[in-house]
């Protein structure tokens, strides 16, 4: 709400306590206000948040990736939160409908069996939403319990995911370069704010944050999530496992 001016207050924010002065410190009233004022821009989203943040394109981008990941999330799970039942089945049947994602029979069953966390379905979603097509190459099923150092992988609890290819380019062979699509997704990923993120994000590719590069990780990007305050029947790992 501080980029919104005192008239824009008086225009769009909620009278607050009867008082007719909107309260601009709750943060609901705050996003109603700004929902207001959105919705009063003509144009379209996009013409909306540029006029919002001044043609900042670094904001409007953070701002554009956010909503890809709301949208991803979905209502249910904005209002209900991850760890609720009917939330946990509802993005599992989106995902195993989903056209645009591609995955293999036993990581089908895996989403069935409902041992798969919902962050790694919700990226899935977010994913797809970015890239077109997601390809998986592994959950839990056909993945090793244990990492090549020996500590137990986030894949055995259903905290992981590997994506194999996206908008139909397999990541073999497509890590090389400054805007290969690796990078672009690990970007994407990274960009969101820091609660969204995974816990590990592996490739060929360090750029910061949960990302960091492991040589046999030239076909794939894996992501990993943290401790699990959901309601799947994962359970919760702790610090070391790499993939």
């Known amino acids: 709400g501080q980029r ?3 008239a824009a207050w008086k225009t769009f924010g909620p009278a607050g306590e009867g008082d007719g002065k909107p309260p601009r410190a709750s943060t609901t009233d705050q996003l109603a206000t700004i929902a207001a004022r959105l919705a009063a821009i003509p144009g379209t989203d996009g013409d909306r948040l540029r006029a919002y943040y001044g043609n900042n394109s670094s904001v409007i981008a953070h701002a554009q990736l956010t909503e890809a990941y ?9 209002e209900k939160g991850l760890s609720d039942p ?9 995902v195993l409908a989903d056209k645009r994602v591609h995955n293999y029979p036993g990581g089908q069953n895996d989403i069935k069996a409902g041992i798969i966390d919902p962050r790694v379905l919700v990226s899935v979603e977010f994913l797809a939403d970015r890239f077109h097509t997601v390809t998986i190459s592994a959950l839990v099923s056909g993945h090793s319990v244990f990492t090549a150092s020996g500590n137990v992988s986030l894949h055995a609890f259903g905290q992981a995911i590997d994506i194999a290819a996206l908008d139909d380019t397999p990541i073999y062979g497509h890590q090389s370069g400054a805007d290969n ?14 609660s969204m993120q ?5 490739s060929l590719w360090a750029l910061g944050g949960p990302s960091f590069a492991l040589t046999d990780h030239d076909d794939h990007i894996h992501l990993g999530f943290g401790s699990v ?10 610090s070391g496992a790499e993939h």
Do not use: C, F, N
């Open 4 to 6: 919104l001016p005192g």
């Open 70 to 78: 709301h949208h991803a999330l979905g209502l249910a799970a904005i």
């Open 86 to 94: 009917t939330v946990v089945a509802e993005l599992q049947d989106r």
């Open 181 to 194: 699509i690796t990078v672009r997704a690990l970007k994407d990923l990274l960009r969101l704010p820091e």
């Open 198 to 202: 995974p816990k590990e994000l592996i």
């Open 229 to 238: 305050a959901t309601g799947t029947s994962a359970i919760p790992v702790g």
